[in-house]
């Protein structure tokens, strides 16, 4: 009888126990619950803002560094203007009629052009980042790894389009991608089977310097997001260091 006393109150305190865990553990979890979203002991709305407008800010600079340097286009592989479509399929035709060296001088041109409207995206770029909103920069924090560049590129690309298309036509003239091209649309004419180019050359050369600049610029967020050692900055370290 004793025995049995024993065993039954033994058998009561492990029901407690395990009650009183599982109660904790809820308490836990609900506890975690509020302070998620009342955002205790989380980074401030003002830090978050700061910390993505800083990243940008350093990815953008690094970006147009890189692609603006002396080869920048031409000499990367990832951002490389190629030859328009309309050229690449009569490609050996116009190389084996003696034009080799002309086909080459007008890719070479279109990249050059490009490097040299590079520079001026930095303050197109940094003025657009200060309107960056709390909300965006919450869902650009949560978001893939190219998410801040993806964000940029659809609120600002219409407007970098207008504003670069300038600089790179008169960027094309200082080059001579104008010359080249029209030289080598001239001999293409002359090549039976060939015939004219007839594509509008600056809205090509455009889209291509920028789709290349987007992409340097989401590489370096890259960088930033997964590489603690391209996190320059302590606020870039607090804030991605939290994801």
């Not at 197109?124 to 801040?148: C, V, Y």
């Amino acid at each position: 009888m004793k025995t049995f006393r024993l065993l039954f109150i033994s058998m009561m305190m492990v029901m407690v126990i395990a009650q009183l865990t599982q109660a904790q553990s809820q308490w836990g979890d609900m506890l975690k619950g509020a302070q998620k979203a009342l955002g205790v002991g989380g980074l401030s709305d003002s830090k978050i803002v700061d910390g993505l407008k800083e990243a940008l800010q350093i990815g953008t600079g690094n970006a147009v560094q890189t692609v603006s340097t002396v080869g920048g286009y031409y000499n990367n592989p990832k951002i490389r203007i190629p030859l328009p479509g309309s050229v690449q399929k009569v490609e050996k035709l116009i190389r084996m009629a003696g034009y080799g060296t002309q086909v080459d001088a007008f890719e070479l041109s279109m990249n050059q052009a490009a490097e040299r409207a590079a520079p001026e995206a930095k303050s197109i770029f940094w003025d657009a980042i200060k309107q960056m909103s709390i909300t965006d920069a919450r869902k650009i924090l949560d978001g893939p790894e190219n998410g801040a560049t993806l964000y940029f590129k659809e609120k600002t690309y219409g407007r970098l389009t207008e504003i670069f298309k300038p600089i790179v036509h008169d960027s094309m003239s200082e080059v001579g991608v104008t010359q080249k091209y029209q030289e080598l649309d001239g001999k293409m004419a002359s090549i039976p089977m060939v015939g004219s180019m007839r594509f509008d050359l600056d809205k090509y050369v455009n889209d291509k310097a920028l789709d290349g600049l987007f992409l340097m610029l989401a590489e370096e967020e890259k960088k930033i997001r997964q590489d603690p050692a391209a996190r320059v900055t302590d606020l870039l370290k607090e804030v991605f260091g939290k994801k």
